[in-house]
Protein backbone atom coordinates (compact mmCIF):
# COMPACT_ATOMS: atom_id res chain seq x y z
CA UNK A 1 0.00 0.00 0.00
CA UNK A 2 2.59 2.21 0.74
CA UNK A 3 5.06 0.86 -1.44
CA UNK A 4 6.69 4.89 -2.37
CA UNK A 5 8.28 5.23 1.82
CA UNK A 6 11.97 4.64 1.76
CA UNK A 7 13.18 4.31 5.65
CA UNK A 8 15.86 7.18 5.61
CA UNK A 9 17.31 9.61 8.20
CA UNK A 10 16.41 13.45 8.21
CA UNK A 11 19.19 15.71 7.31
CA UNK A 12 21.25 17.70 10.00
CA UNK A 13 19.62 21.12 7.92
CA UNK A 14 16.05 19.30 7.78
CA UNK A 15 13.63 22.30 7.94
CA UNK A 16 9.79 21.31 8.75
CA UNK A 17 8.14 23.08 6.20
CA UNK A 18 4.31 21.19 6.45
CA UNK A 19 1.68 18.54 7.30
CA UNK A 20 -0.22 16.19 4.84
CA UNK A 21 -3.39 17.12 5.11
CA UNK A 22 -5.39 14.63 3.52
CA UNK A 23 -5.96 12.56 0.11
CA UNK A 24 -6.70 14.88 -2.91
CA UNK A 25 -8.47 12.93 -5.62
CA UNK A 26 -8.33 9.08 -6.38
CA UNK A 27 -5.10 9.02 -7.94
CA UNK A 28 -2.86 9.00 -5.04
CA UNK A 29 -2.30 12.63 -4.91
CA UNK A 30 -2.71 14.77 -1.50
CA UNK A 31 -3.10 18.04 -0.31
CA UNK A 32 -0.55 19.61 2.03
CA UNK A 33 -0.77 22.34 4.51
CA UNK A 34 2.54 24.66 3.76
CA UNK A 35 3.80 26.83 6.57
CA UNK A 36 4.77 29.74 4.39
CA UNK A 37 2.52 31.39 2.65
CA UNK A 38 5.22 31.10 0.01
CA UNK A 39 5.87 27.56 -0.19
CA UNK A 40 8.86 27.68 -3.33
CA UNK A 41 10.43 25.13 -1.02
CA UNK A 42 8.18 22.33 -1.50
CA UNK A 43 8.27 22.71 -5.54
CA UNK A 44 11.65 22.69 -6.01
CA UNK A 45 12.33 20.09 -3.70
CA UNK A 46 12.28 16.60 -5.40
CA UNK A 47 12.81 14.69 -2.05
CA UNK A 48 10.70 15.30 0.95
CA UNK A 49 11.15 13.51 4.75
CA UNK A 50 8.09 12.23 6.14
CA UNK A 51 7.65 11.88 10.29
CA UNK A 52 4.42 10.07 11.47
CA UNK A 53 2.19 12.57 13.32
CA UNK A 54 2.93 12.94 17.21
CA UNK A 55 -0.83 11.40 17.11
CA UNK A 56 -3.28 9.08 16.32
CA UNK A 57 -2.01 5.71 14.16
CA UNK A 58 0.87 6.25 12.09
CA UNK A 59 1.01 3.65 8.82
CA UNK A 60 4.73 4.34 9.28
CA UNK A 61 7.55 5.16 11.89
CA UNK A 62 10.63 6.66 11.86
CA UNK A 63 11.89 8.67 9.03
CA UNK A 64 10.32 7.48 5.26
CA UNK A 65 11.78 9.32 2.31
CA UNK A 66 9.80 10.41 -0.94
CA UNK A 67 10.45 10.79 -4.00
CA UNK A 68 8.12 13.85 -5.46
CA UNK A 69 6.68 13.50 -9.26
CA UNK A 70 4.98 16.41 -9.00
CA UNK A 71 3.76 19.33 -6.79
CA UNK A 72 1.88 22.32 -7.85
CA UNK A 73 -0.18 25.04 -5.81
CA UNK A 74 -3.52 24.43 -5.40
CA UNK A 75 -6.29 27.07 -3.57
CA UNK A 76 -4.75 28.12 -0.28
CA UNK A 77 -2.87 24.46 -0.29
CA UNK A 78 -0.51 22.37 -2.01
CA UNK A 79 -1.40 19.04 -3.96
CA UNK A 80 1.40 16.44 -4.84
CA UNK A 81 1.83 12.82 -5.99
CA UNK A 82 5.24 10.79 -5.23
CA UNK A 83 6.67 8.02 -6.20
CA UNK A 84 5.02 4.41 -4.73
CA UNK A 85 1.49 6.21 -3.48
CA UNK A 86 -0.64 5.97 -6.60
CA UNK A 87 -3.92 5.22 -4.52
CA UNK A 88 -6.52 7.34 -2.32
CA UNK A 89 -6.11 4.50 0.64
CA UNK A 90 -2.28 5.01 0.22
CA UNK A 91 -2.50 8.89 0.59
CA UNK A 92 -4.76 8.39 3.37
CA UNK A 93 -2.60 6.29 5.26
CA UNK A 94 -0.55 9.67 5.26
CA UNK A 95 -2.29 12.18 6.73
CA UNK A 96 -1.23 13.81 9.61
CA UNK A 97 2.52 13.27 8.08
CA UNK A 98 5.06 16.09 8.76
CA UNK A 99 7.01 17.10 5.49
CA UNK A 100 10.83 18.30 6.02
CA UNK A 101 12.81 19.17 3.23
CA UNK A 102 17.11 19.52 3.85
CA UNK A 103 17.60 23.95 3.92
CA UNK A 104 20.10 22.87 1.26
CA UNK A 105 17.19 22.51 -1.20
CA UNK A 106 15.51 25.58 -0.55
CA UNK A 107 15.44 28.01 -3.60
CA UNK A 108 17.87 30.92 -3.08
CA UNK A 109 16.24 33.75 -1.81
CA UNK A 110 16.13 37.11 -4.06
CA UNK A 111 18.19 40.08 -2.68
CA UNK A 112 16.70 41.51 0.69
CA UNK A 113 14.88 38.55 1.52
CA UNK A 114 15.65 36.03 3.95
CA UNK A 115 13.84 32.79 5.24
CA UNK A 116 12.64 33.23 8.52
CA UNK A 117 14.88 30.13 9.61
CA UNK A 118 18.08 31.81 8.43
CA UNK A 119 16.95 34.57 11.13
CA UNK A 120 16.25 32.73 14.06
CA UNK A 121 19.07 33.03 16.21
CA UNK A 122 20.76 36.28 15.04
CA UNK A 123 21.38 38.76 17.25
CA UNK A 124 20.32 42.01 16.59
CA UNK A 125 22.29 44.86 17.50
CA UNK A 126 21.30 49.01 17.49
CA UNK A 127 23.32 51.51 15.59
CA UNK A 128 24.68 52.20 18.76
CA UNK A 129 26.37 48.62 18.61
CA UNK A 130 24.07 47.97 22.19
CA UNK A 131 23.06 43.88 21.99
CA UNK A 132 19.14 43.84 21.76
CA UNK A 133 18.91 40.56 21.88
CA UNK A 134 19.08 36.99 19.92
CA UNK A 135 15.78 36.59 17.38
CA UNK A 136 13.64 33.71 18.61
CA UNK A 137 11.27 33.43 16.49
CA UNK A 138 8.75 36.37 13.87
CA UNK A 139 5.23 37.31 13.93
CA UNK A 140 3.57 37.79 10.77
CA UNK A 141 0.72 40.35 11.43
CA UNK A 142 -0.63 40.81 8.24
CA UNK A 143 1.17 44.74 7.16
CA UNK A 144 4.22 43.36 8.81
CA UNK A 145 6.64 40.55 10.13
CA UNK A 146 7.93 41.39 13.79
CA UNK A 147 11.02 40.17 14.85
CA UNK A 148 10.27 38.32 18.09
CA UNK A 149 13.94 39.12 20.39
CA UNK A 150 15.00 36.86 23.48
CA UNK A 151 17.22 39.11 26.11
CA UNK A 152 18.29 38.63 29.68
CA UNK A 153 17.63 41.28 31.85
CA UNK A 154 18.04 41.26 36.12
CA UNK A 155 18.63 37.48 35.98
CA UNK A 156 15.03 37.20 33.69
CA UNK A 157 14.45 36.11 30.16
CA UNK A 158 12.31 38.95 28.47
CA UNK A 159 10.99 39.75 24.97
CA UNK A 160 11.23 42.39 23.16
CA UNK A 161 9.59 42.80 19.53
CA UNK A 162 10.94 45.52 16.36
CA UNK A 163 8.87 45.01 12.46
CA UNK A 164 11.07 43.81 10.59
CA UNK A 165 10.97 46.83 8.07
CA UNK A 166 13.37 48.96 6.13
CA UNK A 167 12.36 51.51 8.33
CA UNK A 168 14.02 49.82 11.77
CA UNK A 169 16.20 47.51 9.93
CA UNK A 170 19.46 48.76 8.56
CA UNK A 171 21.63 45.63 7.73
CA UNK A 172 20.64 41.83 7.72
CA UNK A 173 24.44 39.79 7.93
CA UNK A 174 23.78 36.07 7.59
CA UNK A 175 27.27 35.22 7.39
CA UNK A 176 28.02 37.41 10.55
CA UNK A 177 24.69 36.00 11.79
CA UNK A 178 23.77 39.90 12.87
CA UNK A 179 21.12 42.28 12.27
CA UNK A 180 21.20 46.09 12.69
CA UNK A 181 18.31 47.81 13.66
CA UNK A 182 17.44 51.69 14.50
CA UNK A 183 16.16 50.66 18.04
CA UNK A 184 16.48 52.00 21.39
CA UNK A 185 17.43 49.90 24.45
CA UNK A 186 14.43 51.84 26.22
CA UNK A 187 11.79 50.80 23.37
Known sequence: MLTGLETAELPADAIEVGRIADAWGIKG????????AHPEALFSSKRWFLMPSERGVAAFSGV???????????SDSVVACV????????????????????????????????????LIGL?????????????????????????????????KTCERMIPFVSAYVDDVDLKARRIRVDWQLDY
Not at 29 to 36: A, I, M, T
Not at 64 to 74: G, Y
Not at 91 to 114: M, Q, V
Not at 124 to 144: K, P, Y
Open 64 to 74: AQLSVKEAKQH
Open 83 to 118: NGVDERSAAEALRGSRIFISRSSFPTAAENEYYWVD
Open 123 to 155: DVLNRQDEALGVVRELLSTGAQTVLVLEYQQDD
Open 29 to 36: WFKVLPYS
